[in-house]
């Protein structure tokens, strides 16, 4: 099974403060299958970015995925109000699915 | 604008058997992944497993002993079974759309909170 590790925990920012999070796997991720997703209290995650550095439909510029193998980035240009949440990172390379313990981003 | 809606009962008593549908709508079921996922209250995510809409599975080895998870085309709906529940397996129970490949999981439905209590 692989591991995902997330850091930091929280992240404290203000709005329009650039955000990196990072999510490091206990083992290769096949393919570069990381994806990130945003959860806000009550909803359903959200997701961002899958094969590692593609945005999905409808989510905008200012969020970007990178790396490859074990050590993974999204960041966040400038942040906006909507969006302080829990991020997490998740692996679908490789069986059992996993996920990270998430990173809340709190607005400082 | 696919959507996804789990239902099911919200209390289960300790022993018994979980019992959730997901039902889809404004899209295709077929040739998909069809996932579950948990949640436990302030807690991280634990994928359950999936159905192919084919009938194949694949269950996350923490569960597959008790976990059974299948499609009906017909219906448009998705079903998970646990078997033999504890308070451990309180948790907003989520149904995912996977189109295999690269793109992850990217419908999910809202969640629905199981209580497992006497």
């Known amino acids: 099974e692989t591991v995902l590790t997330q850091s930091p925990g929280t992240l404290s920012l203000s709005p329009g403060e650039r955000a990196t999070l990072s999510c490091r796997a206990s083992q290769s991720v096949s393919s570069n299958y990381l994806a990130w997703y945003q959860q806000k209290p009550g909803q359903a995650p959200r997701l961002l970015v899958y094969?590692?550095?593609n945005r999905a439909t409808g989510i905008p510029d200012r969020f970007s995925g990178s790396g490859s193998g074990t050590d993974f980035t999204l960041a966040i240009s400038r942040l906006e109000p909507e969006d302080f949440a829990v991020y997490y990172c998740?692996?679908?390379?490789?069986?059992?699915?996993?996920f990270g313990q998430g990173t809340k981003v709190e607005i400082k | 604008q696919v959507q996804l809606q789990e239902s099911g009962p919200g209390l289960v008593k300790p022993s018994e058997t979980l019992s959730l549908t997901c039902t889809v709508s404004g899209g295709s079921i077929g040739s998909y992944y069809w996932n579950w996922i948990r949640q436990s209250p302030g807690q991280g995510l634990e994928w359950i497993g999936y159905v192919y809409f084919g009938g194949n599975t694949n269950y996350n080895p923490s569960l597959k002993s008790r976990v059974t998870i299948s499609v009906d085309t017909s219906k448009k709906q998705v079903s998970l079974k646990l078997t033999s529940v504890t308070a451990a397996d309180t948790a907003v129970y989520f149904c995912a759309r996977w189109g295999g490949g690269w793109k992850a999981a990217d419908y999910w439905g809202q969640g629905t909170l199981v209580t497992v209590s006497s």
């Open positions: 998740q692996q679908y390379g490789g069986s059992p699915w996993t």
């Open positions: 094969g590692a550095s």
